[in-house]
């Protein structure tokens, strides 16, 4: 059977995807996030995913779209940092559930690590995700640092017999909102209880006037994160590097809602997390938390965290459910989505290869 693979251009509209390149790199997506998962928490419409996969000047994107006897049958998106001292770039291939086992897999990632080596990085991640409810009781066989098992299952195997090695393990949780009156109260007195000298502020937009402290708490994140057998980058933020951020967030249709703890006497911010509010979806994604190390044995990871889910059942009344991901070796935070009743749904495998 004839496979083709060609690289695709991300349209400035969809009316200019006039082969249809776009668009199908979208539904291959699209398919395979209802295969895995069973409904649609990751199903997008592709003029919403346009700025989403848009190079920008902190990172390129490379999107290939594969074509089993013509029609969209795999896609890979190689992302690429520009830092100037960067090593890292990630590869991540879907094939539909229909077209497996003709080999367009393994030419996608071949195509993937030509790129990343062509762009001069050495270390290259891929990702598996798996619900758990498809994992069977005592699965382990792929083994982590973390010591956290992930099932022998396709996905783990085709990353091994690529060369990939499991670094680390994320579980993937899901909570119910609006939270329970019982639940906020019992949330609100631990927060006051430890987090004094600290105030809470929401935003959809950076206040100016922290926005250069917000920009140099994003630079931690990679570093201060537990990232135990992932190598990272140094990635640098200033205030440019935000309002661009938000503005690319805002036109995938995906606006951040930030909650920060900032400190009152030096009037920092010392935690903060963010989430997608997705426009029209019962279903929001939370990114980045962070509790800033000297600030740390405040509850301001439970702060952060319960101030964002109070603000986003406000502003987003239509939202029902908030998904975030962690690392398994990170119980502090996963302690605090227990609370806030977040329960796992999914392992992800970050799987690391060096060409160095």
């Known amino acids: 059977m004839r496979v083709t693979i060609e690289r695709v251009v991300v349209p400035e509209t969809m009316d200019a995807d006039t082969s249809g390149d776009f668009a199908g790199f979208v539904d291959v997506g699209n398919d395979c996030a209802l295969h895995l998962w069973g409904d649609d928490d990751f199903v997008s419409a592709p003029e919403d995913e346009l700025a989403w996969f848009r190079s920008s000047p902190f990172r390129l994107r490379l999107l290939y779209l594969a074509r089993l006897e013509g029609e969209p049958a795999g896609r890979l998106l190689v992302t690429v940092p520009l830092e100037e001292d960067a090593t890292t770039a990630e590869v991540e291939v879907h094939v539909i559930p229909a077209a497996r086992r003709h080999g367009i897999g393994a030419a996608l990632l071949r195509q993937g690590e030509e790129l990343v080596a062509d762009a001069g990085r050495v270390d290259i991640a891929t990702f598996t995700q798996h619900v758990l409810s498809g994992i069977p009781s005592g699965t382990a066989d792929s083994v982590p640092p973390s010591a956290q098992h992930l099932p022998d299952d396709a996905d783990a195997r085709f990353a091994r017999a690529h060369g990939f090695r499991l670094a680390q393990v994320e579980a993937m949780s899901r ?36 926005i250069d402290s917000f920009a140099a708490a994003r630079a931690r994140m990679l570093v201060d994160a537990p990232h135990k057998g992932v190598p990272v980058d140094t990635v640098r933020w200033d205030a440019d590097r935000v309002r661009r951020e938000e503005q690319r967030w805002r036109d995938a249709g995906r606006p951040p809602l930030v909650a920060a703890a900032v400190q009152e006497t030096t009037r920092e911010v010392a935690a903060y997390t963010i989430v997608l509010v997705a426009q029209g979806s019962a279903t929001a994604e939370q990114r980045d938390t962070l509790v800033l190390a000297a600030h740390r044995g405040h509850r301001l990871g439970l702060a952060v965290k319960l101030a964002n889910v109070e603000a986003l059942a406000r502003i987003a009344p239509h939202t029902q459910h908030v998904l975030t991901w962690n690392a398994v070796e990170n119980e502090p935070m996963l302690a605090i989505n227990r609370e806030l009743g977040f329960r796992q749904r999914a392992l992800n495998g970050i799987w690391q290869k060096s060409l160095a």
């Open 175 to 210: 909570a119910d909102i609006p939270l329970s009156s019982v639940v906020r109260e019992r949330l609100h007195a631990e927060v006051d209880a430890h987090a004094c000298g600290y105030r809470l502020v929401t935003w959809q937009r950076c206040p100016d006037d922290l």
